[in-house]
């Protein structure tokens, strides 16, 4: 369906104008994007030490911005404002006191978030951040509860995702 004319909002609603141009600048295209999880085995974490999640399964990464099999990070290599979010969901239902979860920039964190571990809960973090064309991006994990533990392998309780949101 073609659009030839816009009707104005103005008080005389009778006026027309006629289309006959391109929309332009709009919005934005929201990319580069990605979104990875943990795939194959889950991931044991140490206790009392962070620990960067080795999120080894993309979802989508159509620009190639996420490295799923060496450092396990994100680089934007575009300027601008990205939403980021990271979940992880421990294996283990016993409790504990210290689950944390962090963001880190450039090897720096940025984002924080901690509970006390009971059952087998999720932590989730999330951050607008302004990114420029070689910054980084990592999650780290960190669990006291006085063993190794392990956080989930799958799609639907670990992931790291990111999308541009403006320039």
């Known amino acids: 369906m ?26 934005e295209s929201n990319t580069p994007l990605f979104r990875a999880y943990i795939g194959g085995s889950d991931q044991t974490i140490a206790t009392g ?11 989508f990464d159509p620009s190639g911005v996420y490295d799923h099999s060496t ?31 962090r963001l880190y920039k450039n090897g720096s964190a940025i984002a924080a978030m901690q509970v006390r571990h009971t059952h087998a809960d999720s ?15 990592e999650i780290y994990v960190f669990q006291d509860s006085g063993s190794n533990k392990d956080i989930r392998n799958n799609d639907a309780s670990n992931w ?3 999308f541009k949101v403006a320039s």
């Open 49 to 59: 030490s962070f620990t960067k999640v080795q999120y080894n399964t993309e979802t």
């Open 71 to 101: 450092n396990y990070r994100f680089t934007p290599a575009v300027a601008g404002y990205y939403l980021i979010t990271a979940q992880v969901t421990s294996a283990d239902v016993a409790d504990w006191n210290n689950f944390k979860l």
């Open 160 to 162: 790291f995702q990111a």
């Open 2 to 27: 073609a659009i030839d004319k816009i009707q104005s909002e103005s008080i005389n609603l009778a006026d027309n104008f006629a289309f006959t141009g391109t929309v332009t600048g709009a919005g």
């Open 123 to 137: 932590i989730f973090i999330s951050t607008m951040d302004l990114s420029d064309d070689n910054d980084y991006y």
